[in-house]
């Protein structure tokens, strides 16, 4: 969002980054919930509660009609600058009006804070729901560098964090979905030079519809934009771009002093609406009435890391303590406990902290979005005292001290289990094992949890009094079976696996299981179906264990663009090993009779 009448803006090599399986990536969006981890104080805030516009310490009104350079419709006006009640929220609002004034056609509102309110580095993010745009509106979430004195732009720097509105997303139809971001720099001298690098995204869902979040993330060697953080806090930026000294341009010499914050809702724009002229802007009406563009707030974080800077004309501390807090137990196995936490907080996230037996873990999750995570590395058959608090990053305590919850794990049985006990050599994470007796023959299962490569396992069968080792047969991943045939039913066999791997072997502990019991008893390898698809841990970073409501289910899995990177029929316990795959996002699809099923995991 350019205001130069040097400027005419060309947008050259534009990336658009086409999100594929759209409906796909909704569902994911909406039923995913996955952890953060990080660490971010919120510095300064404006939430406009206060119902008057801070033009002391924080806000410069704009007031005038030179286009911004990009021969724009509008007439910058204080009066199209209000602060009203929307939502039950008090909203800084930017109104843009169809009305001739002072030799223009529309009127509308800017706004920025040189010189009161400036940043390097850190987490800035708007809440803002834009209005229609239609054909011809053009609002925008930017930010100037603070040095700015109305003529030595690009050389300043312009760093945009959200633009909608433009002529590429008129012409496809996906006004309400096409947005963008962008870094403009370049010298002044010996010769102007205009860098620009823009990115265009069509975003899964409307934009256009609601409130949504828009984060700006900067250190001194990236700068990424990010869509509805507080919703999906794990989604990939739709703006990335590194500003060490290793990239071209110059890019470096621009992006590491402070910059001052901008809001403006334009109408037309030859260069980025496509649209000069009054007659063909459709987002506004002919008879006056205001098209808003409404901001719920306005915040910045650091971290305290080297080369931050902040200034602002008045102090802020965070005082406000978490509230909201909640928390519960949800699935139990033989080895993990899932917590189901939520909680507000005005920094946007809440740290929760679950402590047992002399040990912590501890969580970031986004403020009122239900997290749920994982402890894992529990002993089966065992009863577990937590307790569970939450802060915010400032160090403010919720006033629920404490929240006392009780767990068991599921113990292992005869017929299946976990276990990390070795007869030879030794394991990590461990191994699972299950035994079924089908007439007269006992299907055996083994699957090696510790993170190897390479990976083959034999029967090691000491019934008869010496061992006899034969071969198994990989099921999938690390999943080995083998099935012994022509028992007698009440008989007890002694058997054990040998994993063996690149480097060495592991064998696990001897168990003994008698032909013909099926185990009426409950455990969590062999029952513990929910009556919807479980996934976890998540973020993983080895194997992903899936339990599912129905016997024979099928499994697709995506990567970020919608490349189907892995495709099977499963049963309802299933270990899928995600090794092979790079880190990153992925999408899990399952089909069963009782329907279709969407999932977001993190691959570590």
Known sequence: MCNKTLFTLPYRGILRIRFQMVSLFVFVLLFSQVSIAQNWVLRWQDNFESGTLDEDNTWNVEV????????ELQYYRRENITIEKYQDLNCLVLNAKKEAFSGKSATSGRLNTLGKVYVQYGKIEARIKIPSTANGLWPAFW?????????NWPYCSEIDVMESGHSAGIASGHQSTYMGGALHWGPLSPVFIHYQDYTAADAPYSIQDDFHLYTLIWDADSIKMYLD??????????????INADQPNDIYAYFHKPVEILFNLAVGGAAFTGIGNINNVTALADDGTPAKMYIDYIRVYQKGDA???????????????PAEITASIGTVTQTSAAFLLNGTDNSGSVIYTVSYNGTTSSTEAASGTQNTFVVTGLIPGTTYNFNVTAKDASGNAAT??????????SPNSDCAGISNVASESTFDAGYSYSFTTSGTDVTIIFELLDNKAGVVAYIRNYTSGSMIETGMTNVSGKKFTKTLTGLTIGSVIKVACKFAFAGGLSVTRQLSYTVGNNCSVTTAIETSKSSVPRFYPNPVKNVLYIELPEETNRL????????????????NLYN?????????????????SQGTHYSKVIKK
């Open 307 to 321: 080369g931050e800077q902040f200034h602002s004309n008045t102090t802020y501390t965070d005082t406000e303590t």
């Open 143 to 151: 930010f100037l560098g603070n040095d700015y004195n109305g003529s």
């Open 556 to 571: 697709s899995v995506y990567d970020m663009v919608g490349n189907k990177v892995f495709e099977a029929t499963i049963p």
């Open 229 to 242: 953080r507080d919703k999906f806090p794990k989604a990939s930026p739709y703006y990335s771009k590194r």
């Open 400 to 409: 629920t001290a404490s929240i006392p919850l009780t767990a068991t794990t």
């Open 64 to 71: 005038n009609g030179d286009g911004g350079g990009n021969g």
């Open 576 to 592: 899928f090993d995600m090794n092979s795959l790079k880190a990153g996002i992925y999408f899990i699809k399952t089909e069963s």
